[in-house]
């Protein structure tokens, strides 16, 4: 059974960092590409970070608005995805969804996590 | 940026309708590189269909998707009460890699 699990959300004050964790399991999480995916509350899906499997290179991308100030990250001895965020603003209030891809889509997402940026 | 955009922004029908939702970009997509998603309240997104036409695993025939170019659609051939949501387009590009269309509210007449 495939298993996403997100964790490390809360309440962060404007310009303070937060890391975020996603523990994969129920499907060969190192050969897969993993992105971040944001929800802020009442709105649509907005794309955040993407990092590639290592065999693909291990790559990274992201979004304009994160760039320079979000990192993702990946530990496969631990099936673990990572987003480190830092000088958050309070339009990165948003329910941070882990998801695993398969060609280029989203195809298993965990119940997200809930980041608030206020003072 | 290849932008998505989604109509109608809400589309109210009763169940046994046939609802048809629509995605259109603002350049040329790879039909192999277009997909929906359905969210319901509370939930994380699901994925339906992806490369424009394939239903993932598990998603009943009554949803289906066509188009190519800078037109998609997704059709739901006879809602069910369970039909109702929110769904969503997403395409991959160059750069960004990937976008959402806005979403189309799926309600109950």
């Given amino acids: ?119 | 940026e290849i932008v998505l955009t989604q109509s109608p922004g809400t589309l109210s029908l009763s169940p046994g309708e046939r609802a048809t939702l629509s995605c259109r970009a603002s350049q040329s997509v790879s039909s192999g590189y277009l997909a929906w998603y359905q969210q319901k309240p509370g939930q994380a997104p699901r994925l339906l269909i992806s490369g424009a036409s394939s239903r993932t695993t598990g998603i009943p025939d009554r949803f289906s998707g066509s188009g190519s170019g800078t037109d998609f659609t997704l059709t739901i051939s006879r809602l069910e009460p369970e039909d109702f949501a929110v769904y969503y387009c997403q395409q991959y590009g160059s750069s960004p890699p990937y976008t959402f269309g806005q979403g189309t509210k799926l309600e109950i007449k």
Avoid: H
């Fill in chain 1, 1 to 119: 059974e495939v298993q996403v699990v997100e964790s490390g959300g809360g309440l962060v004050k404007p310009g303070g960092s937060l890391r975020l964790s996603c523990a994969a399991s129920g499907f060969t999480f190192t050969e897969t590409w993993m992105s971040w995916v944001r929800q802020a509350p009442g709105k649509g899906l907005e794309w955040v970070a993407r990092i590639k499997s290592k065999t693909d290179g291990g790559t990274t991308d992201y979004a304009v608005p994160v760039k320079g100030r979000f990192t993702i990250s990946r530990d496969d001895s631990k099936n673990t995805l990572y987003l480190q965020m830092s000088s958050l603003k309070t339009e990165d209030t948003a329910m941070y969804f882990c998801t695993a891809e398969n060609w280029y889509t989203f195809y298993y997402w965990g119940q997200g996590a809930l980041v608030t940026v206020s003072s």
